[in-house]
């Protein structure tokens, strides 16, 4: 979450908490579907924990000794594993990945529907989101010349409409998902594509130059020496990113940096994990390779699978 829909969140927590507009996804390092954090194992796993059982639930964990993060992981593999032959391959953990992330989204639509059906008609509409989110700033619409309510909910609008196939300004509960997780949906990437570049085109060109980019991830006033990553990045537009070598890129492009076709980060991650973990090269993964690899897993402090035993999810 950025700093104006931080504060924003902050600021009408207490009247309103499920109300918040939608927010503007990290792009850089990860991937945004499997999580928001850095993936560098070299300075923690707090990556994979993500990718592993889903962002918010990977929370639960965090007052968990080592013991019974162990306790609680090793019980999980029993559902990976979906052949029960005593191993996880990396299908199954590819598998378990998708619908760690898959959950994640159904528990967040349900949270923001129950804050949005204002009438109770299993339907949420633009008037009731935007009361629901915006009714407190609509008389002072600017209130701190840091940020732009209106901006926001005129951006809002514009994404429930691509969300609204029918056009009634009626939402579903699908069309409401494709409103709050457009990445998920093939039919609104192009509205994540265009506002990805709204936000980093600081200039209203168009496109997205070589500044403008390394500028949305780095703040670098005041550093006279960029981090090793930072340079990295720059070598990654100027080799990949801009594929027509002009010098930016435009709406293509862009979408193939934030929503490549050709790579499924799921089994990405699950590759990964078994890259990792599997100490005899088989392939594959037993119990004790997972459990012995736990802090790769969940960490120390673990993730949400304690709290998907105690609500006995089905996978």
Same mark, same amino acid.
Request: some cysteine; aromatic content about 10%.
């Given at each position: ?29 990860? !991937? ?17 924990? !993500? ?108 994404? $429930?409409?691509?969300? !609204? ?13 494709? $409103? ?61 990113? !801009? ?61 949400? $699978? ?10």
């Amino acid at each position: 979450m950025d700093v104006r829909h931080l504060l924003l969140c902050l600021g009408l927590w207490v009247i309103c908490t499920f109300s918040k507009p939608t927010e503007k996804k990290e792009r850089v390092h990860h !991937d945004p579907q499997l999580s928001e954090k850095v993936h560098d194992d070299l300075q923690n796993f707090d990556y994979d924990h !993500d990718a592993f059982l889903g962002a918010e639930e990977a929370k639960t964990f965090d007052q968990l000794t080592p013991e019974e993060s162990k306790e609680r992981l090793g019980k999980i593999v029993g559902d990976i594993d979906a052949d029960k032959d005593g191993h996880v391959t990396v299908d199954e953990l590819r598998d378990w990945i998708k619908f760690a992330q898959k959950r994640w989204i159904f528990e967040d639509v349900e949270r923001q529907w129950k804050g949005h059906d204002l009438n109770g008609d299993s339907m949420v509409s633009w008037d009731e989101y935007k009361n629901a989110t915006y009714s407190y700033m609509l008389d002072d619409p600017d209130p701190d010349n840091s940020f732009n309510y209106k901006q926001m909910m005129i951006r809002d609008e514009r994404r $429930f409409k691509m969300a !609204d196939k029918d056009g009634d300004l009626i939402a579903t509960k699908e069309e409401f998902t494709a $409103f709050l997780h457009p990445e998920e949906f093939d039919y609104m990437k192009d509205t994540v594509v265009l506002e990805t570049m709204e936000d980093i085109d600081k200039n209203g060109d168009g496109v997205i130059d070589l500044e403008e980019y390394i500028g949305d991830m780095y703040n670098h006033e005041g550093d006279a020496n960029e981090p090793e990553w930072v340079k990295t990045e720059r070598e990654q537009f100027l080799e990949f990113r !801009d594929k027509n070598r002009d010098g930016q890129m435009d709406k293509e492009e862009t979408k193939d940096w934030i929503l490549p076709s050709d790579y499924d980060h799921a089994e990405a991650e699950a590759r990964h994990l078994v890259y990792e973990s599997d100490q005899n090269k088989d392939g594959k993964l037993t119990r004790e390779e997972v459990v012995d690899k736990y802090d790769l897993f969940v960490g120390s402090q673990a993730t949400d $699978f304690g709290e998907a035993l105690v609500r006995h999810d089905e996978f």
